[in-house]
Structures are given as structure tokens and as C-alpha cells.
């Protein structure tokens, strides 16, 4: 009696679960709500919810005539390496994604990475520009360019706009992107002006607050630009403090600058500066004007470059998934069948610029953006970069 | 006295360094030896400002303080908020008070709110226990506790955003010997110095410093004496917590970036100077701050000239060094030799 009750609850609750599991599609997202980075969990989640807004509006998405209606689930990874891994465990084992969009930031994608490929599972982080996070793992993407294109930039922007014929950086050791950013600068701007014309290449750890020291040095080395590869919360006391120290000349940073909050935190220390980034805000036009106008009439804020990506990323997603043509049900053959469907994206429309993957690597062939922080604190677009 | 001593010849030391500088100009590295000198007494007067709050508490209630880091957050946010009331940010004052005025407003008031919130902490967390008669042990995780409810409370109710401190002091820079020194800086190193002066004068001075010399001394023959020893306690935890709160404003007076977790590790480096100072003395909170702040410095100062050295090992090398004057005298540089110590 007993087993034929257990039998008949199990029936009654596989039943719905398969016709559930049926026209609905589980992409997971793996982004910091809370901890360093708040913002860029916020904007990420903002993005995702307006495009699942728009695709479940419209009916659904359409995969080979069927329509399937978008779930989006997401795990708070507090912007830490550890809590990013359990977060990827849970969508993959747990929650049984098709997809994990994030996480973002590099120091969380390596690792969170590792535990996608292992599993099977197609992953594209939004916003990781570390090499390693896609290095030899077929099932990672990205939707963003990587450290190795953006170090070169930037100091091909240094040597020629800015004229620097030396440079100082200043980064955290501690954290895989800055190092990562820091130390391809370095190789680049000593190919263009020299060996040691980085004359200060200073260090420091997460959660810094005083950088006193390590500016006094730099100083002393009296660099023609300095390069800052490090987040929003970090910047403003890096640049008051290079200020208050005497420091007179640019400081050039990277996409890690492009976050709606960078401006709240610096006010008139940032503007005037320049940073490398995926796109700009001020000054955008066609499907991208587009996003940024509803993102921002739905959410009062101006998108950033988080939130562009993010929806890039959940786009190229979808557009993978309707060129797999159907869906087994069988979540295995789907995730692989979907990884070969990403592997091959040509041309992929995104408002960050046309992305097209080789089938070899998960990182995409795109161009970057510098960006001229205004006199108004918007960051607005300077010129274009392409490999 | 020997130690004492030294702690206020230094500055003189420094002096006459600065006349030596001074004979020999155009030396490009005495000029950043100069400014990394300034760049540690500044970031020392925040750890012996903090210091000293652990100290207090230590000294009269022999109870570690864990949630002090923490409430010299608190500081920070209250002194924040008090800011930008004063500055006409919420519609309740006019705006157009001048900065000066919204300066002077918030520094009292910060210290008294932010004091407020120490005792309050004594009064529900530390108290019943205390009067239980429970161990030093469970009030020393009481704290701990108290700490981390402080900082996830402020996480759940302000979010994870970070603040940006208004800038109550216009941006001037003076420059000593080709250093540069900002006057938020200065006045951080100068009121370091006067609470220090003002410390020593208290407790050894004051009817109550001596209240709460008798209370560390003997918690029991106390009240015998007709000393009231809740009143000496909460005494205790207002001055200590006020200093926490006039640290939080000067530290984000300087570092105008609030963020909920601000005061854990400045709060832990300020607990390790105050035991290397030796802990339960007023000067050796002092000293111990400074020491750290010049360690630190140094260690980044160094990393060109000495090999193996580099900026991030800033925390390694000078816990190290801190843990070898511990190890040749565990009572630290000032304390006296107990028999019972956690």
C-alpha cells in the first residue's frame, strides 16, 4: 500500500515535470549580488531579466518551430573564487541548466570554468578577459575580448594619442585580471618604446586602501602615463591618491573602469581620463541605442558595459540554441549539441560589436573601444580598435 | 619611561632629518624616503587611533573587543550620514552650510552616535554576561559575533554598494621638503597626537582614569570602595568607541570609499599593534600603531633594493617582524608580565 502510494506521488510529480521540462529552457546565471562587486551582479541580472522579458513577451523562443519559454535562474557567487565554484555545481547538478551565463569577472570565471567543462556544460562568461578562462576548455566562451588583445591596445593608445614614451602600473598582484592585464601592457609598451620603458611596474594586494607607497614610487620613476588595470572601487583612491602625491600626467585604465559606479565613487579625479572597454554608452547607435534606451526607461540607469555584454552573451546563447534546430530532452546530447552550435557562430549581431567564434577557441574575434571619460562624467566613445 | 621617551623623540629625529635633507637638496631619493616617512605616519595615526580604543578596553575589562574594527565602520557610515544631512542631502537643513561648519558639526557628533552604538553593544551583548559571571572566553566571542552582526547588518540594511564620503576639507597640499602631505592627512597625524596626549592625561590624571586603573586592577574590591563599576565600564567603552568613531571619520576623510567591510582588517592590524605594543597600556597602542604603519612601509619602500622583497609581501614581512618582537617579549613592547592572558 505504502510502495503504491509512493509510486502514484512519484508519478503525479514526474508528470508535470516533464511536460514542464518540456517547452521551458533552464539557462543558469552565475553572477556576485553581493560581496566586492554588487553592481556588476545588478546589472548582469538587469540585462538577463530584460531579455527574458522581451523573448517570453513574444511567445517564447523559437528552436526549429517549437516555441520554449526562457527560465533564468540565478545563484549569487558573493565575488568569490570559492562560492563561484559552488555556484556552478548547483545550476549544472541542481538545477540542471542547459547553459551558465558568468561569471564575470576573471579571478571567479577560471575557476568556475573548470567545474563547466568537467560537467559538460556550455558556459559563456560575459565579461572575463583572462586567456586562461577559456584556455583548452571547448565547452567555455566568452563574450568579451581577452587581456592579451586589450594589454596591446592600450599601450599601443598610450605610445601614440597620449604620447607616453614611458609608462608606470600599478595593479593587484592578488587577482588573476590585473596581473594578467598588467603584465601584457608591459610587454607590449617595451616592444613599442623599448626594455624598461615601464619604469615602475608597482604591486599590491585585494582589499587595499592606502597605495601611498607603492605611488611614491612611481612617482619618483616619473612616468609619462600610468596604467591602472583595476576595478571601480579601487580607481578613485588610486587616482586622489596619485593626485594628492603630485602626479600631473593621464592615467589610462582598462574595461574594468566601465562600470556605472565608477562615476558615483571619483567624480572630477576620473574625468579627462581614457580606458579601453567593449563599448560606449555616449554617443552608440542602431540595436545597441536601442538597448541602452530601454534598458534605460526599465531600470533608471545607464547600462554598462556589464550589462551589454551580459545581454550579448545570453543572446549568442538563444541564437545557439535555434541553430541546434531541436532539443532531445536528453540534457547531455543538448549541452554538447549546443557546444558545437556555439563553436561554429559566425558573424553573431551583438550590441557590442559582430562576434564570430573559429571552432577552436571560445574566444570570439572582436573590437575594442577607448573611451574618454567627458567633462559631464559620461564615458563617451573616442575611437575604435580592431585586431 | 625609557620607551616613552623614545616614542617622542622620533618625531625630533625626524626633524633633524628633514634640516639634513634639507643641507643636501636635489636628491630625488631623500625626497621619497621623505614622503614614504609621511605617507607611514599617516596611515599609523589610523592603526594607533584605533589601537588605542582596543587598548582602553583591554586595559579595564582585560576583554578583547573584536567588534571594535567594526564599529569604527560604523564611524565611517554615521559620519557619512551626518555629512550629507548637514550638507542638505535628505531635504531636513538647508543646503549652502558651509564645509568648515558641516566639519566641525560632524566631528562631535560622530564620536557621540558612534559612542553610542559601543555602549549599546556593552549594555545588550557584554553586560548580561559579565554580571552571569560567564568566562573572559565567551565575552571574547560575544564580540566576535557582535562584529559580524555589525558588518552583515550594515550589508543587509545599506546594500553592497560602496559610499563615496563627501570632501568636508578643501583639497590643499603642503609641501615640506619636496614631500607632499594633504591637510586631511595632516589632521589625522595631528589628532592622533592630541587623543594620545589627552589619553595619558585622563587615565592618569582624572578621578575617573584612576576609576578605571582600580577597575583593571581589581574588578571585585572595586565596588567595595564605593567605586560604581557599570559606570566606570560604560565610561570605558564611550571613550573607546568615540575614538573609533573620530578614526572612522578621519580614515574616510582620506579614503572617501565606504565599503561594509572596511574596518576587519584595519581593525585586526590596529588589534595586532595594540598586543605588540602591549596591550592595556595606553603608549604601547601609540607606538605599536606607528610601527606598523612604518613596517609596512617599509617593506614596499624596500622592494627595489633588496632582493627576494617584493610590495605584496607588505603583510607578510611585517607580521613576521611582529611576531618576532612578541616572541623576544610576549608582553609586548610596554606591557607587564601576567600570569593570566588569552
Known sequence: MKKLLVALLVAALAIPAVAFGADTIKIGFNIPLTGDQPKVGEMSKDAAEMLQEKINGAGGLDVGGKKYKLEFVYVDNEAKPESAVNAALKLIEGDKVLAMVGPQASARAIPAAEIANNNKTVMVSAWSTNPKTTLDRPYVFRACFLDDFQGPVAAKFASGELKAKTAGVLYDVASDYPKGLAEEFKKSFETINGPKSVVAFETFTTKDVDFKAQLTKIIEAKPDVLFVPQYYNEVPLIIKQARDLGYKGPVLGSDSWGSAELMNLCGDDCKGQYFVTHYAAAGAKGATKEFIDAFTAKFKDTPDDVAALTWDATGMVLAAIQKMGALSNDLAKDRTALRDAMSTMRDYAGITGKMSFDGKTGDPVKCAVIVKINDKGEFAFHESVCP | ?342
Open chain 2, 1 to 342: 619611561m625609557g620607551a616613552e621617551g623614545l616614542a617622542f623623540r622620533a618625531p625630533f629625529a625626524f626633524v633633524t632629518f628633514l634640516v639634513l635633507n634639507q643641507l643636501a637638496p636635489g636628491q630625488d631619493m631623500l625626497h621619497t624616503l621623505m614622503q614614504q616617512a609621511l605617507n607611514a605616519l599617516q596611515q599609523g595615526s589610523i592603526y594607533a587611533l584605533i589601537a588605542l580604543g582596543y587598548c582602553l578596553v583591554y586595559g579595564v575589562l582585560l576583554l578583547i573587543n573584536f567588534a571594535h574594527g567594526d564599529i569604527f565602520m560604523v564611524g565611517a557610515y554615521v559620519a557619512f550620514f551626518i555629512a550629507s544631512m548637514a550638507m542638505g542631502k535628505y531635504g531636513l537643513l538647508p543646503a549652502g552650510i558651509p564645509k568648515w561648519a558641516v566639519l566641525a558639526a560632524t566631528v562631535p557628533l560622530t564620536m557621540l552616535l558612534t559612542s553610542g552604538v559601543g555602549v549599546l553593544i556593552e549594555r545588550v551583548a557584554y553586560r548580561p554576561l559579565r554580571l552571569k559571571g560567564a568566562n573572559r572566553l565567551y565575552v571574547v566571542i560575544t564580540a566576535l559575533m557582535m562584529g559580524i552582526i555589525l558588518e552583515y547588518g550594515n550589508l543587509s540594511i545599506l546594500g553592497a554598494n560602496r559610499l563615496s564620503f563627501p570632501s568636508l576639507m578643501p583639497r590643499m597640499i603642503f609641501e615640506p621638503f619636496g614631500a607632499r602631505i594633504t591637510i586631511t592627512e595632516l589632521s589625522a597625524i595631528v589628532t592622533c597626537f592630541a587623543v594620545f596626549a589627552l589619553l595619558q592625561w585622563i587615565v592618569t590624571k582624572t578621578k575617573l582614569g584612576m576609576a578605571m586603573q582600580a577597575v583593571s586592577y581589581d574588578k571585585f574590591a572595586v565596588p567595595l570602595m564605593g567605586i560604581p563599576l557599570d559606570a566606570v565600564i560604560v565610561f570605558t567603552f564611550f571613550l573607546g568607541s568615540s575614538l573609533a568613531g573620530l578614526a572612522g571619520l578621519l580614515y574616510a576623510l582620506n579614503f572617501p570609499v565606504l565599503d561594509p567591510f572596511m574596518g576587519a582588517m584595519v581593525g585586526w592590524k590596529a588589534f595586532v599593534a595594540a598586543v605588540v605594543g602591549g596591550i592595556g597600556d595606553i603608549r604601547g597602542a601609540f607606538v605599536g600603531g606607528f610601527l606598523m604603519a612604518f613596517l609596512e612601509v617599509a617593506v614596499v619602500a624596500a622592494s627595489d633594493y633588496v632582493p627576494f622583497i617584493k610590495p605584496e609581501m607588505r603583510d607578510l614581512v611585517s607580521f613576521s617582524a611582529l611576531l618576532i618582537i612578541l616572541t623576544i617579549k610576549p608582553t609586548g613592547i610596554f606591557g607587564k608580565p601576567k600570569t593570566t592572558k588569552i
